[in-house]
């Protein structure tokens, strides 16, 4: 089983900034990627971004690629979400997921860090 603990989340004015950490932990983490979903109030979970562990191959979703940066660490067992130019409609809970061995499905979730903008 793995587990997965996000932090960084707060409330910040528009155009400040945020980094969202994510570390992942279990018996044996060798999951092919990580990446976030968020869900607004109201509103269907979505993709924000990812990034595979193996080669630190990237993908964002279209509209926040110009101001999120995903990324890990040298461990590749902590991915991190930078959040800059942040605006009102990024208010949301961020979750980290990760695949398990194989890509094609998110399958561990982390409980969510709340992220709030204020305008």
């Known amino acids: 089983q793995v587990q997965l603990v996000e932090s960084g989340g707060g409330l910040v004015q528009a155009g400040g900034s945020l980094r969202l950490s994510c570390g992942a932990s279990?018996?044996?983490?060798?999951?092919?990627?990580m990446g976030w979903f968020r869900q607004a109030p109201g509103k269907e979970r979505e993709f924000v971004a990812s990034?595979?562990?193996?080669?630190?191959?990237?993908s964002y979703a279209e509209s926040v690629k110009e101001r999120f940066t995903v990324s890990t660490d040298e461990t590749k067992n902590t991915v991190y979400l930078q959040i800059n130019g942040l605006k009102p409609e990024d208010t949301a809970v961020y979750y980290c997921v990760t695949t398990d061995r194989l890509p094609g499905q998110w399958v561990y979730w982390g409980q969510g860090t709340q992220v709030t903008v204020s305008s």
């Open positions: 990034i595979t562990r193996i080669g630190s191959v990237t």
């Open positions: 279990g018996r044996t983490f060798s999951a092919f990627a």
